[in-house]
């Protein structure tokens, strides 16, 4: 089999969930990682993975660190066939006409705009339309939730039209020296914010109107869902059709996970990677249907949602799997997704049917 050699340029916190998630693939190689930082977070990479300095500036500047630098960031694209860019909000774009030159192709993250790539990546909506492109771009965590879910109950012929709340994590754990929301909710100052058009970007036929503000906490988005279905439907209908989709896992108030910090503490018992949650987590008890409209909270770990799309991407573009499922099986394999956190075991190495 010939492997994809992969690139990862901007090792913070998505880029590191990235680069340890490629390490796990059977079909791809980690050629090497590329930054700008000179502190712990790159040295942490030292030993593990190749380190290349993504500018001039920063190689100087790493190498007076101590950083040892295998080479420039041209160096690294020579040698790949897609490189990530998990750089910060703006800074991945200017990085475009580089990835060109070098005739890579190119994963972006939600930071990016839509326009930027002209696609924009949701694995189990719309991989196929994604095979052999040069560039796309995966959504934001809270928009690859909305299309995870709200797109199993339109797929379920279900949803007619979705209102939804979201709560945002102030910032993330790792900078939360450095500022944050304290004490108080900040409104997002635009209604509808911008996750619900952004999911228009890959489900351009759902009916999605978001509100959001930013909580004082630091871990994990909490989202509120009213939902007109398209007919008076039970409470099971909708509890199987999210069942039925992949990358969505339930939780139970009636287990005692009750909060978003319970839900991140049984994340470090089961042994996930940095605590980490791949799966959008539905609480299945809190699941309310009367008559045609449902109502539903989830929890998006949003250090960590997009790392699958990530991979079913780099698979999209290279064609190295046809399809989403047979992407998404490979992925949801090595990373050990589940679909129910407590009752049922890891995923089998087969995947879903
Ligand atoms: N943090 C989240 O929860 C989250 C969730 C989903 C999507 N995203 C998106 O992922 C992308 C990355 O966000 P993040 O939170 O991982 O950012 P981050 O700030 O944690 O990491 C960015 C990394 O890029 C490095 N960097 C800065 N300038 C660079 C340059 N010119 N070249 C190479 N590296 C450079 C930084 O040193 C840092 O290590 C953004 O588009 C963001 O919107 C973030």
Not at 77 to 102: E, F, I, S
Not at 218 to 234: C, E, M
Not at 272 to 284: F, K, L, Q, S, Y
Request: proline share 4%; hydrophobic share 45%.
């Amino acid at each position: 089999m010939t492997k994809t050699r992969v690139a990862v340029n901007g090792y913070g916190v998505i880029g590191k969930r990235v680069a340890d998630a490629v390490l796990l693939q059977p079909d791809m190689v980690l050629v090497g990682i590329a930054d700008v930082a000179t502190d712990w977070r790159i040295k942490a990479a030292v030993g593990r993975f190749e380190v290349y300095a993504a500018t001039d500036e920063a190689d100087a500047a790493m190498r007076a660190a101590g950083v040892p630098v295998t080479g420039t960031l041209d160096d690294l694209l020579a040698q790949v066939d897609v490189v990530v860019d998990t750089t910060p909000k703006h800074v991945a774009a200017d990085n475009l006409a580089r990835y060109q030159t070098a005739e890579v192709k190119a994963v972006f993250q939600g930071g990016e705009s839509h326009e930027t790539t002209g696609h924009s990546f949701v694995a189990q909506a719309n991989y196929e339309s994604a095979l052999g492109r040069a560039m796309t771009r995966v959504v934001s965590c809270n928009t690859t939730s909305i299309v995870r879910v709200l797109g199993a109950l339109q797929d379920a012929g279900l949803l007619a039209r979705a209102r939804g709340v979201l709560i945002r994590r102030a910032t993330d754990p790792w900078e939360s020296h450095l500022g944050g929301i304290m004490n108080t909710m900040v409104p997002e100052p635009k209604i509808p914010s911008h996750q619900g058009p952004d999911t228009n970007t890959v489900r351009p036929e759902l009916d999605v109107v978001t509100i959001a503000a930013k909580g004082a906490h630091t871990q994990t988005h909490n989202h509120y869902w009213t939902l007109q279905l398209t007919r008076t439907a039970t409470r099971e209908e909708v509890i199987d059709a999210l069942r039925a989709a992949p990358r969505i896992a339930f939780i139970r108030m009636a287990d005692g996970l009750v909060a978003l910090n319970s839900t991140i503490e049984l994340m470090k018992d089961l042994g996930r990677p940095r605590g980490d949650m791949w799966e959008v987590a539905v609480w299945e008890d809190l699941v309310t249907v009367v008559g045609d409209e449902a109502y539903l909270t989830y929890q998006v770990y949003n250090e960590a949602i997009v790392v699958p799309e990530t991979i079913d991407a780099i698979r999209a573009l290279t064609e190295s799997a046809p399809d989403a499922a047979s992407s998404m099986k490979i992925t949801d394999a090595t990373l050990g997704m589940r679909q129910d956190f407590l009752l049922q075991a890891a995923i089998p190495e087969q995947g879903r049917s």
